[in-house]
């Protein structure tokens, strides 16, 4: 059983656009809640994180944003840019296992020039 | 090099030999990590460390065996291969729980291993 989920596989986006990326949560232990980048044949890199105690968290082109009582997160990226596509994982961490992190399956993101 | 770093990159093996994947980072890192990545599982912990010689099991490790002599390094063994451990490995590193990084993994390149 998931507790999180990235129900979309696939994204496409024009350039200049806005890129919305979208992963929920059913875990209420979950404190803190990152965002990784992976491009093929490389591992994950951090993007941005977000504590639960906030609702929204800002870096550059990046902005995450949290809704606990949805247990909702979302990742904006704007401008949308081609150096962008790649695949996003959401991550939670569960504040009952210390330092686990918790995976989504991953959204692949296409950015079209 | 700076960072971390696993080897080999790819390896192909055959069912019942026993395979040895390395890791090292240079930040001095507490705590190390591997996962494997699979299609339509994502990450999924295999082993972590908390400090040399503190191991502790993750979310699939029959199968594996871990050892952490060094701070630096963090071996992942497979036994005894079988063609399920097909996969990429990540191995990843974080700082302690008092720094303000502290939630933010850093991952090596992979290794993609293949069993025959």
């Known amino acids: 059983d998931q507790q999180v989920k990235q129900n979309s596989p696939s994204l496409s986006v024009q350039e200049g656009r806005i890129s919305i990326l979208n992963c929920d949560y059913t875990?209420?232990?979950?404190?803190?809640f990152l965002w990784y980048k992976k491009y093929p044949a490389e591992g994950p890199t951090f993007l941005i994180s977000?504590?639960?105690i906030k609702d929204k968290n800002e870096d550059g082109r990046f902005t995450v944003f949290l809704n606990k009582s949805a247990k909702h997160l979302s990742l904006h990226i704007v401008p949308s840019q081609p150096g962008d596509s790649a695949v996003y994982f959401c991550a939670a961490r569960d504040a009952g296992n210390n330092r686990k992190l918790i995976w989504g399956l991953g959204t692949s993101l296409a950015v079209n020039p | 090099d700076a960072g971390i770093t696993q080897s080999p990159r790819y390896k192909i093996t055959e069912t019942g030999r026993q395979v040895t994947l390395m890791c090292h980072q240079t930040?001095?890192?507490?705590?190390m990590f591997w996962y494997r990545q699979d299609l339509g599982h994502g990450l999924r912990l295999i082993y972590y460390s908390a400090a040399a010689d503190i191991t502790d099991k993750g979310e699939v490790p029959d199968g594996y065996v871990v050892s952490r002599s060094k701070t630096e390094n963090f071996p992942l063994t497979l036994e005894s291969a079988t063609r399920s451990q097909t996969s990429v490995y990540f191995c990843?590193?974080?700082?302690?729980?008092?720094?303000?990084?502290?939630?933010?993994?850093?991952f090596g390149p992979g290794t993609r291993l293949t069993v025959l």
């Open positions: 930040w001095s890192h507490s705590y």
């Open positions: 977000i504590s639960s």
């Open positions: 875990n209420s232990m979950f404190d803190y």
């Open positions: 990843a590193s974080s700082e302690s729980i008092s720094s303000g990084r502290g939630n933010e993994q850093f």
